[in-house]
Each structure stands twice: as structure tokens, then as C-alpha cells.
């Protein structure tokens, strides 16, 4: 079995800035993730993260990786499967097979893609049914492709798709969205764009591949001759594996105090996997922050929020 002082599981912008504070206290960290970059790497166009005019998600979320291994966190792309707590920590068990054993756990393992769950979604995903604009727009350069969704990812998909497919339905269930105002009037000022609103998928369907999706709108059902869709209809979360070790809201996101401390101790957790509100990029990356610090002064025997008793923080 392998020990580190801190495990970080999920390498979104949380967990890769978790990984940042934890080596830079000089304790040995790893991190534990399926993919690189979490939701952040699937967003294409980065405006709003303060300091950085401009980025890709994923150029963003590899410069995050870079500057953590820079100071020694270890990387390694698997899953966990299991946790359990163990005496004087945490012991982990990855997809691989491998046991790794953490003094303090972080968990930032964020949120997975949300399902549309109607006919044809399954049978024709990843051939035609994407959820990642970043990654899979290039492949409908010069088609007819929907997006279904309303939030800023959708928003984000759409302006994408408009530089590479030749037109673009908007499928939204509702007439409001509920994405930030500046994407939503470059959307509406793009003439690829059309707008199928009040409107709920029913069917994707296809032969090999998509080439409709089916639509209920407020004048009846309509078929769209598509040839690809994608889903961008937000996030959920996968939290079943931690609810024995910690406490959960309804909306199965991790309950966490000021010190990003769980229910369990030595155990923390950051980002959007957590109650925290406004999941955005620069958030997760504080709260990832707030995380390492609180791991920290944990394993130094001290109260997670101590560095900040003298400065009338309430502990
Ligand atoms: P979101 O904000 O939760 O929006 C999901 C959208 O999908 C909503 O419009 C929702 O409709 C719709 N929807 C949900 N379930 C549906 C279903 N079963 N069928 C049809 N439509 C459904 O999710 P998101 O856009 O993925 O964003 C998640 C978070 O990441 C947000 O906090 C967002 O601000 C952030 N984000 C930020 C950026 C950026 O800053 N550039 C980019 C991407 C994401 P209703 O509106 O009717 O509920």
C-alpha cells in the first residue's frame, strides 16, 4: 500500500488547486482522478477567471496540473472506488486494483454529465450524442446540430458549434435561461442559431448515426433533421459511495463548514462535489485552496481554521 500525508480525489480546478497548497506545505500528495480538468476542461472559452484574459478550459485546467507537479504532487489518472476509514487515516482503493493510504482525504471529485433519459439517448451515444462540446464539436464541422440545455453550457456549446456546424438548434424547455446575459445576446445575435423554446426533446433517432431529434413544442411535435445533439443539460452528482463516511443535503452534494471540513474528521472536501454555492471555476479553486490549508493545520494536531484565530475569523 502506498501512504501519502493527503489524497486528493477529482483533479477539476479544486482538486488540482488542493494539490497546489498541499505541496507547497511541503506534504506528500497525490492525486486521484478519472480524467484531467473536471467540468472546467469540457468549457471552451474562459472569460471570466480573474488574471487570465483569455484560455481554453482545458489549457487552464493543464496549466493548474503543471504548476501542482511543479511542486511535487503525483497525478495519477484512476478512479476510487472505495474509502474507508482507516486507524490514523484513510485508506483508498483505485480502479487499478491499487490500496493507497491518506492522513487527510479531500474529496473534489465535482459533478458527472446529467442524461436527457429519453429514446435513442443511449443507443446513439457517441454516435451523434456527445456531452462535451469542447471535445467532440470539431467532428460536426459544416452539419445541422441541436443543443439542448439552457445554462452557460449550453450558451458555451453553441457559440462554439456556431464557428464549426452550419446551423444550430437551441432546445430549451423553458423561454428564460438561466445562463449569464452576455452569453445569452451572443446567442440570440448569431444568425446559425435558431431558437426551439418551451420545447422538450422526446427522441433522438437515427440509423447508424443521429439524423433527428424529435421535439415537443408549444405548437405540437416537430422532428429537426440533426446530426448530432448535445446534451448540455448541467451536472449530477455521484456521491453514493461517501454516504457512509459522510454527511449529505438532499441534493447528495457533501456538507462542509467555513474550513471545508466534512462531517468526518480528517476528512474535507472542495468544489462542486460540496454545498458550496455558485459552482464557477475561481471558486472551486479557492475552495480547493481553503481546503489544503484546513488538511494542514489538521495534521499538525491544530484546529483546521487556527492560522486564522488571531484575525477574528470565527472558529
Ligand atoms: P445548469 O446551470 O444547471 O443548467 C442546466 C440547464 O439544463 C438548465 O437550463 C435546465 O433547465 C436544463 N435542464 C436540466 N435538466 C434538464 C432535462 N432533463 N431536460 C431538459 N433540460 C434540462 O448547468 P450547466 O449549464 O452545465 O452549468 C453548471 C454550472 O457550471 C453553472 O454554475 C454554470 O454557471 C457553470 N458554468 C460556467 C461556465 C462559464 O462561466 N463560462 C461555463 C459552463 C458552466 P431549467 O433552466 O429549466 O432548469
Redesign the pocket.
Known amino acids: 500500500m502506498k501512504n501519502y500525508d493527503v489524497i486528493i480525489v477529482g483533479a477539476g480546478a479544486a482538486g488540482l488547486s488542493a494539490a497546489l497548497y498541499s505541496t507547497r506545505r511541503k506534504l506528500s500528495t497525490l492525486v486521484l482522478s478519472r480524467d484531467l480538468g473536471g467540468?472546467?476542461a469540457?468549457?471552451m472559452?474562459?472569460?471570466?477567471y480573474p488574471g487570465v484574459d483569455f484560455s481554453t478550459g482545458p489549457d487552464l485546467m493543464s496549466r493548474f496540473a503543471k504548476q501542482a507537479q511543479k511542486f511535487g504532487a503525483e497525478i495519477r489518472l484512476e478512479g476510487v472506488t472505495k474509502i474507508d476509514k482507516a486507524e490514523n487515516g484513510f485508506v483508498l482503493l483505485g480502479e487499478l486494483g491499487e490500496e493507497y493510504h491518506a492522513k487527510a482525504l479531500i474529496l473534489a471529485f465535482g459533478?458527472s454529465?446529467?442524461?436527457?433519459?429519453v429514446p435513442g439517448e443511449t443507443e446513439f451515444m457517441n454516435k451523434g450524442v456527445v456531452y462535451c462540446a469542447t471535445c467532440d464539436a470539431p467532428l460536426f464541422e459544416g452539419k445541422t446540430v441541436a443543443v439542448?440545455?439552457?445554462?452557460?453550457?449550453?450558451?458555451?456549446a453553441v457559440i462554439l458549434l456556431s464557428k464549426i456546424a452550419s446551423k444550430i438548434y437551441l432546445?430549451?424547455?423553458?423561454n428564460?435561461?438561466?445562463?449569464?446575459e452576455i452569453?445569452i445576446d451572443r446567442v440570440k445575435a448569431d444568425s446559425k442559431i435558431e431558437l426551439v423554446l418551451n420545447s422538450?426533446?422526446q427522441e433522438i433517432k437515427g440509423d447508424q448515426f443521429v439524423n433527428a431529434v424529435r421535439v415537443i413544442t408549444p405548437t405540437g411535435p416537430k422532428e429537426l433533421p440533426v446530426e448530432g445533439v448535445f446534451v448540455?443539460?448541467?451536472?449530477q452528482i455521484f456521491t453514493d459511495f461517501v454516504k457512509d463516511l459522510v454527511q449529505l443535503n438532499d441534493a447528495g452534494e457533501i456538507m462542509v463548514d467555513n474550513f471545508n471540513q466534512t462531517s468526518c474528521s480528517g476528512l474535507f472536501a472542495a468544489g462542486?462535489v460540496t454545498i458550496v454555492p455558485?459552482?464557477?471555476?475561481v471558486i472551486s479553486a479557492g475552495e480547493g485552496a481553503k481546503a489544503a490549508l484546513a488538511a494542514y493545520n489538521y495534521l499538525q494536531g491544530r484546529h483546521p481554521g487556527d492560522r486564522f484565530a488571531d484575525q477574528g475569523y470565527i472558529k
Not at 472559452?45 to 471570466?48: A, P
Not at 439542448?148 to 458555451?156: E, K, P, T, Y
Not at 432546445?171 to 423553458?174: D, K, V
Open positions: 467540468q472546467t469540457t468549457t472559452d474562459i472569460e471570466n459533478k454529465h446529467r442524461h436527457l433519459d439542448v440545455g439552457g445554462g452557460n453550457s449550453a450558451m458555451d432546445i430549451h424547455r423553458r428564460e435561461f438561466r445562463a449569464e452569453l422538450t426533446v448540455e443539460v448541467g451536472q462542486d455558485f459552482k464557477q471555476t
